[in-house]
């Protein structure tokens, strides 16, 4: 279709073939100026006209091609230029950042190993993957000779590798790990965290702490403990050597001053006596404060709870106070709310030693007026509470009475005397019991000590619902405040009524509806004017009631001629008074002397004589006791009680009368625990097998022993003794105690 414009020349189709190769070796460019020549080539050798055209629109599309990628591949290079400067920016950015983090890791690092901790990095197998420079240090090798070895290898036992990290999560330990350094053992506390990581790998990341101070302190704490312990141990039988060596020569001076007084004496010996005996006792009392205090401090106090009765304790503990209270003209009561329970569980020999304090201190200081002891209920707690008349504390003193040694009145003019331990031990006695002790008081009013504690194991109250006295009004004729005020309370609290007079013509205001009424015998003449007066004043129809002090019983058949139908004992038990009101005037025969037994029940004297003699049959008692003093207040005691008694000096001896070819029938032993050859436990073990082997019954065994401490009492009824006397003995005490324990 070309034509050829001479011999070799190419025709129009080789320069068309020849077009993309010009493309692609001169760019766009090329192609241009290549498609204008061949347009003007074309027209000056007279080509087809459409060949002109075809050239010339090819030459111009070429050159918008070529226009267009040049604009494009403008475009291109800017945004490669970009994205080169951004990259390279974000390089810049991530090297600054590693550098950051290189920088916080060296930062970090220099920080644990400041604060002396090690680093331990392990595999699945245990072996360390890294380890900071103290880990290093602490084994004086290098870290590249550390990498890649097991602990074990290099002597540190950590246990072994915790299985719960190959289950999946996490696994978190800790132990103490002692690991030997040049310098010796040092110890480390080593927590260690097991991670199952997203690879199925498992890594342990170990911090360990230097702890080998407080491991010495550990140590040094754990062996002081030891030597407290045995230092205790060794006060602790300190005390109970103490308490025996004092209280047996104890026993024969206050025993002997006892049976010396009840013979023949002159006026004058009998007061020499009487002092003997009051300055025992308050050695004897003061001894006492001091072995306690000691066992406190010694930390050997030890509440022992079991289930006892608060009524029973406080109206007994009142009654054991009445005689100094009585002695010193004052009045002494105690009021136990209907609703205290009748048993709880709690430590009876320390409450009972904290009432002997409080009670005796206010009996010390009180000389007008008197005590009062009562138990009430408060939110659910026992509250314990001692009022006196006394002269009361200035507010300066009121914390100053609980220290160690100290007392109200601390001058040296003071009237009484006293070592002031008996406070500062109910303190700790109180607070050990779960209770705070307190007291309120303003000079020359008084003052009121009361504490509360924790009620464990409540049984039944006695009249919970206060209706026992319903109805009935009860008129009480007495200048005893103190007393009056405790039956005026028992009697409302039972739901009667109580109106309180201080003379006759007081209490005729009051006689209307009255059913009863209490007269204190000190108001009342051997005529017995004052009753016939108020029987004419308006109580002729009353139940007439009289209350007599211990010593008064022998007027009650006087009393009762004289139209009084019923006597109640000072000072009054509320359960007695109650059931008094309730006879409707019943009166216990007269024919004996009555005491009050621990029931607040009157029963007939069993004081050692001739009565008793009459009324008892004579005992035959064995006397272990290798003391020859207590052995002669002993036998002198029970002699003189019209029993029989043999005296052996040591264990052996008792254990042959008893059980060998040596052996009497006895009714009862009384056994010393401290004794040559063989001491009292064991010759109660002894006696007890051969009862056992013999199907014998077992004969009352009282343990004697001066060791006053309670788990003494419980260790000797543990082997087998039937009760347990105090020395120093009171010959009356020992002879109630024998008879009670022989008729059990």
């Not at 230097?210 to 010495?216: E, G, L, V, Y």
């Not at 607070?431 to 307190?438: K, P, S, V, Y």
Request: net charge negative; glycine share 10%.
């Amino acid at each position: 279709m070309f034509a050829r414009s001479g011999k070799g020349a190419p025709g129009w189709g080789g320069l068309l073939l020849r077009l993309p190769s010009a493309v692609l070796d001169g760019g766009w460019a090329t192609a241009v100026v290549a498609l204008a020549l061949l347009a003007g080539l074309a027209r000056l050798t007279g080509a087809a006209p459409f060949v002109s055209v075809s050239l010339a629109l090819a030459a111009g599309f070429v050159a918008f091609l070529a226009v267009l990628g040049s604009q494009k591949r403008g475009a291109l290079e800017r945004a490669l230029a970009r994205a080169e400067r951004d990259a390279r920016a974000e390089a810049e950015r991530m090297a600054d950042r590693i550098w950051e983090l290189r920088e916080s890791e060296e930062r970090f690092r220099g920080l644990i190993d400041a604060l002396g901790d090690l680093v331990v990095h392990r595999d699945r197998e245990g072996r360390v993957t890294y380890a900071n420079e103290v880990f290093a240090q602490t084994l004086g090798r290098e870290v590249d000779a550390i990498v890649g070895r097991t602990l074990h290898e290099l002597g540190v036992e950590v246990g072994t590798v915790p299985e719960a990290a190959f289950g999946g999560g996490e696994c978190l330990s800790s132990t103490d790990v002692a690991i030997g350094t040049r310098a010796g053992p040092r110890w480390f506390s080593w927590i260690e965290l097991s991670v199952r990581e997203g690879d199925a790998r498992v890594s342990h990341r170990a911090l360990a702490r230097d702890i080998t101070a407080r491991k010495r302190a550990e140590t040094a704490l754990i062996a002081a403990r030891e030597r407290a312990e045995v230092a205790s141990q060794a006060k602790s039988r300190f005390l109970a050597a103490v308490s025996h060596e004092i209280r047996t020569p104890m026993n024969g001076i206050m025993g002997m001053a006892k049976l010396l007084a009840d013979t023949s004496l002159s006026a004058e010996q009998r007061t020499y006596v009487g002092a003997v005996s009051t300055s025992a006792g308050a050695l004897l009392a003061l001894i006492e404060d001091l072995l306690d205090f000691s066992r406190i401090e010694a930390g050997r106090f030890e509440p022992e709870p079991q289930r006892m009765s608060p009524r029973e304790l406080a109206d007994h503990v009142t009654e054991l106070m009445a005689s100094r209270a009585f002695a010193k003209n004052i009045a002494i009561a105690c009021f136990v709310a209907p609703d205290v329970p009748q048993t709880l569980v709690a430590d009876p020999n320390r409450l009972r030693q904290v009432l002997l304090n409080l009670l005796g201190n206010a009996v010390k200081f009180t000389e007008t007026g008197g005590v009062l002891l009562t138990l009430t209920m408060e939110a659910g707690r026992l509250r314990v509470a001692v009022a006196d008349t006394g002269p009361g504390l200035h507010e300066a003193d009121q914390a100053r009475v609980f220290q160690e040694f100290e007392q109200a009145d601390a001058a040296t003019t003071r009237a009484h005397d006293g070592a002031g331990l008996g406070l500062a031990i109910s303190q700790k006695i109180v607070e050990q019991m779960g209770g705070e002790i307190r007291v309120e008081s303003r000079p020359g009013e008084g003052a009121r000590f009361f504490f509360d504690l924790p009620v464990v194991e409540p049984g039944e109250a006695l009249d919970a619902e206060g209706s026992a006295l319903r109805g009935r009004k009860v008129m009480i004729l007495s200048r005893l405040g103190p007393e009056a005020e405790a039956m005026a309370l028992a009697i409302r609290a039972h739901g009667g009524e109580a109106v309180l007079a201080g003379s006759a013509s007081d209490a005729e205001a009051w006689a209307e509806g009255c059913a009863a009424l209490i007269v204190e015998a000190g108001l009342e003449t051997p005529e017995g004017a004052v009753l016939r007066r108020l029987r004419a004043g308006g109580f002729a129809s009353a139940q007439a009631v009289i209350a007599v002090k211990p010593g008064e019983r022998g007027l009650i058949a006087g009393f009762r001629a004289r139209g009084y139908g019923a006597y109640l004992a000072r000072p009054v038990r509320g359960t007695t008074l109650v059931k008094t009101l309730l006879a409707g005037g019943l009166a216990p025969s007269a024919a004996a002397p009555l005491a009050p037994a621990e029931d607040g029940a009157q029963r007939p004297s069993r004081r050692p004589g001739l009565a008793a003699l009459a009324e008892a049959a004579a005992l035959s008692v064995l006397v272990a006791e290798d003391n020859e003093i207590n052995a002669l207040l002993t036998r002198a005691a029970l002699t003189r009680a019209g029993h029989r008694v043999e005296v052996v000096n040591n264990g052996r001896a008792a254990v042959d009368r008893l059980t060998g070819v040596k052996r009497r029938d006895y009714d009862l032993v009384l056994m010393d625990l401290h004794m040559p050859v063989m001491d009292g436990l064991d010759a109660i073990n002894a006696v007890r097998r051969h009862e056992e082997a013999e199907n014998l019954s077992p004969i009352p065994i009282l343990v004697l022993s001066a060791d006053g401490q309670e788990r003494t009492r419980h260790h000797v009824i543990a082997h087998g003794a039937s009760g347990f006397v105090l020395k120093p003995l009171d010959p009356d005490d020992l002879v109630r105690a024998v008879e009670t324990q022989a008729a059990a």
